[in-house]
């Protein structure tokens, strides 16, 4: 568990529950589910002592819950947010010691990109003054957003004018819990870049492989496994685009701002949701779109196949062709009937010859002119 008191002068991280608000700025509590679900009583007890409010046994549920999809709900005194990160890892926890992964993660199957994929959720609970976070055991977002906190204060804090980097600090930092969970957010989804290349990457693969004609395409359950992954992300990134607006459409009903800071925040608070959800449709595009190219590569290596099929069968239909009137000859005076026509004439043999090789070459040269036997390009 790692918590956060964050106020426009600096941040300090404490490693037990808080009594008690600070004076100015807000608090971040961001915990592992597991640890969240042990340790529940104590942080229920904390959200009392310090929002005079607990969670509701329903968005407990909602938080503990490893396969819920996005969404999001409320109630007068707080907000919850449930977000499917889209990231690369792996999620699972030991039991016997919350907030820590397994040793010995359990295999995946499938091909080495879907292994990585990872979709937990991460539950956010704001408050007026404290942001609960309850995130996947080994949450890259959490850890890697909490060092850019730290790093912003320790820069602040070694600057020569103290006014000037309070300044900047405010600047830099969340200005309130709703402000932070956003950002987080916005990481995470700004984290799928990575997945999305290596996806890119193994279909850019695969699809060169479906469309040369010279190669025998044999992966056909990894790609299956891949579409079916590609599915699911989509699903996921409707699912956080339907949370995101709900998340939106509340934000719209808060009271009238009565400073005109408080205007500005919340003004800030519309422009980055607005921006979150518009990062979120660029990632449904994108999953879309590489749907759409494995299934075009499917049917561009079903469409090569069929026309090397087609071009094997008609150079045997050429063939046959040809060597069919040559057979004719043949069979023509290899009956045994007693008198035939040149059967006894020493020429016969060079005669017949001539007309089959003239036969063959009249039925090449036409077939030749009718592109029959031209090569398809490649």
């Known amino acids: 568990m790692r918590i956060f008191s964050i106020n426009p002068s600096g941040i300090r991280e404490s490693a037990e529950l808080p009594t ?5 700025g807000y608090l971040w509590i961001a915990c592992a589910r597991r640890e969240f679900e042990v340790s529940q009583n104590q942080i229920q007890a904390t959200l009392q002592a310090l929002c005079g409010m607990s969670l509701v046994d329903l968005h407990i549920a909602d938080l503990i819950n490893n396969s819920l999809p996005s969404h999001y709900d409320y109630t007068s005194q707080y907000d919850v947010l449930v977000f499917r990160r889209l990231a690369t890892g792996t999620s699972e926890a030991d039991l016997a010691r919350p907030g820590e992964p397994l040793a010995v993660a ?9 292994k990585r994929i990872d979709t937990s959720p991460v539950g956010f609970a704001v408050f007026d ?3 609960l976070t309850v995130h996947p055991t080994d949450c890259t977002v959490r850890d890697a957003y909490a060092a ?3 790093t912003f204060a320790t820069a602040d804090s ?3 004018d103290a006014h000037a980097a309070a300044a900047v600090a405010g600047a830099r930092l969340p200005n309130s819990p709703a402000d932070l969970m956003l950002r987080i957010i916005n990481q995470m989804v700004d984290g799928f870049l990575e997945l999305r290349r290596t996806l890119t990457h193994q279909l850019d693969h695969w699809q060169n492989e479906l469309i ?16 079916l992954s590609l599915h699911n992300l989509d699903e996921v990134c409707e699912d956080q685009r339907a949370a995101l607006q709900d998340w939106i459409e509340a934000l719209k009903t808060w009271p009238d701002a009565t400073t005109a800071l408080e205007q500005r925040e919340r003004d800030l608070l519309h422009v980055r949701s607005r921006d979150v959800l518009e990062h979120i449709e660029r990632v449904v595009h994108h999953v879309r779109r590489l749907e759409q190219s494995a299934e075009t590569a ?3 290596h079903f469409s090569v196949q069929g026309s090397r099929a087609n071009d094997i069968m008609r150079t045997l239909t050429v063939l046959t062709a040809v060597f069919l009137p040559l057979n004719l000859i043949t069979g023509f005076f290899g ?6 026509p040149l059967i006894h004439n020493q020429k016969a043999f060079w005669w017949t010859f001539g007309v089959m090789v003239a036969v063959a070459v009249v039925t090449v040269t036409f077939f030749w002119r009718k592109r029959y036997l031209a090569r398809s390009g490649r």
Do not use: H
């Open 20 to 24: 008690q608000l600070p004076a100015s």
């Open 335 to 340: 009956m045994n009937f007693e008198f035939l």
């Open 212 to 227: 040369n004609p010279r190669s025998r395409f044999t992966n056909w359950q990894s790609l299956l496994d891949t579409r």
């Open 129 to 131: 003054k404290v942001l």
């Open 106 to 114: 359990p295999k995946r199957g499938g091909p080495p990109v879907l």
């Open 148 to 150: 850019r906190l730290l």
């Open 298 to 300: 499917v049917q561009i």
């Open 158 to 160: 070694t600057a020569a």
